[in-house]
C-alpha cells in the first residue's frame, strides 16, 4: 500500500470517528431541548440500587429518570428529584388526534392525579439489584406520613409508598417479633398438665364405670329401635296408604265439585235474567196502579151504597116510587100553612 492510499485511509477514520462523535453529541443535546417537567418524593427506606440517572417508571413506561438523590439525616429521610419527558403525556380531544401536554398543564393537573392516588415506588431493575422508580395510580392508596412544608421542596410533590422489599422486612419483622412473644416454656407446661389430667381420667375406675353406662345405652336405643320397626310393620303402612287414598278421593270430589258449580255459574245468563226482572217490576209497577184506581173506584162504590140504604132506610117507598124531587121553598111554606 503506497502512501497515497494510507493518507486516504487514515483521512477517511478520522471523518468517521468525527461523524460519530458529532452525532452522540447531537442526540445528548436534542434531548436536554426537550420540555421538562419535575417532581420529587420522600422515603424513609434504604435506596441501595437507585442512583442519579436511574429510570422513572409510569406502569412499566420509561417516562423519564432521577435527577437528584438528597439526605436528610435530621429527619432520616431522604429525597428524590425525578425529571420527566412529558412528550410521553397526550390529551385525547374529542374529534382532534392526541396532543402532547405542556408543562404548565402537568404542574396544574398533578396535585388532582395525586389526590386520586398516584403514588411512586422503589422497584428492582431484573436481578441486577439496581431499582427504578415507578408511577402507579392507587385507590386505596394511603396519604402522606411527611409534613411536606418542614423539607422546602420546590417540584410538586407525589407520595411514596414502602418497596416490595421494605414491606417484606417489615412484615417479616413483625413476625418474628411476634413469634419472640410467645410463651412456649408455659405451652409446653400447660400441654404436660393437660395430658396427666387426661391420663389419670382415663387410667381411673370411673372412666371404666362410664364406657359401660354408654354401652348400656347404646344397646337401649337399639332396643328402642327395633320396637320402632315392629310398630311402623306393613299394616301400619297399609292403613296409612288407605287413609292417604281416602283423602285423594276426597279432594278429587271436591274439585269437581268445585269445577261443576264453576261451569252453573258460568251458563246462567245474567243478562236476560236482569232483563226479565226489569219487565216484571214494570208490570208490577203497572198493576199497581191499576189496583189503586180500583179500589178508589170500590170505595166511591162502597159509598153510594151506603147514601142508598140510608135513604131507603129514611124513605122505604123509595125502592117503589123512586127518589123524590125535592120541594121548592114556597111548596115547603105553604105546607106550613
Not at 452525532?23 to 419535575?38: N, S, W
Not at 412529558?86 to 398543564?105: C, D, L, M, N, R
Request: aromatic residues 6%; glycine residues 6%; proline residues 4%.
Amino acid at each position: 500500500m503506497n502512501d497515497n492510499s494510507k493518507f486516504k485511509l487514515g483521512l477517511f477514520i478520522i471523518f468517521a470517528a468525527v461523524i460519530f462523535f458529532a452525532a452522540l453529541f447531537i442526540l445528548g443535546t436534542m434531548d436536554r431541548f426537550k420540555e421538562k417537567a419535575y417532581i420529587s418524593t420522600l422515603v424513609s427506606e434504604s435506596v441501595q440500587g437507585l442512583s442519579v440517572g436511574s429510570s422513572v417508571k409510569y406502569q412499566g413506561v420509561p417516562i423519564g429518570s432521577v435527577r437528584e438523590i438528597m439526605i436528610y439525616p435530621g429527619d432520616n429521610v431522604i429525597r428524590i428529584d425525578m425529571e420527566i419527558n412529558i412528550s410521553k403525556f397526550k390529551i385525547q380531544q374529542p374529534g382532534h388526534a392526541p396532543v402532547t401536554i405542556t408543562v404548565e398543564e402537568f404542574n396544574n393537573n398533578i396535585n388532582r392525579v395525586v389526590e386520586n392516588g398516584l403514588r411512586c415506588r422503589m422497584e428492582l431493575e431484573g436481578i441486577t439489584g439496581s431499582k427504578y422508580i415507578e408511577l402507579q395510580p392507587d385507590k386505596d392508596a394511603a396519604p402522606s406520613t411527611f409534613d411536606v412544608t418542614e423539607f422546602g421542596l420546590e417540584y410538586p410533590y407525589v407520595p411514596s409508598q414502602p418497596s416490595l422489599i421494605s414491606d417484606l422486612r417489615g412484615s417479616v419483622t413483625t413476625i418474628l417479633a411476634k413469634l419472640e412473644s410467645i410463651d412456649y416454656k408455659g405451652i409446653s407446661d400447660r400441654t404436660n398438665a393437660v395430658l396427666d389430667s387426661i391420663n389419670e381420667r382415663v387410667n381411673s375406675p370411673k372412666f371404666d364405670e362410664t364406657i359401660d353406662n354408654v354401652n348400656t345405652m347404646v344397646n337401649e336405643a337399639r332396643r328402642s329401635i327395633e320396637n320402632l320397626e315392629k310398630l311402623t310393620g306393613p299394616e301400619l303402612h297399609e292403613k296409612i296408604d288407605d287413609i292417604t287414598k281416602n283423602v285423594d278421593a276426597a279432594v278429587t270430589a271436591v274439585e269437581s265439585l268445585t269445577k261443576s258449580v264453576e261451569e252453573e255459574i258460568k251458563s246462567i245468563e245474567f243478562a236476560q235474567i236482569s232483563e226479565n226482572l226489569r219487565s216484571f217490576l214494570s208490570t208490577a209497577i203497572r198493576t199497581g196502579k191499576t189496583l189503586d184506581e180500583t179500589l178508589l173506584n170500590v170505595n166511591n162504590g162502597v159509598d153510594a151504597l151506603i147514601e142508598l140504604i140510608l135513604y131507603i132506610d129514611s124513605d122505604p117507598t123509595a125502592l117503589i116510587q123512586g127518589k123524590k124531587k125535592p120541594k121548592s121553598d114556597v111548596g115547603q111554606a105553604e105546607e106550613k100553612r
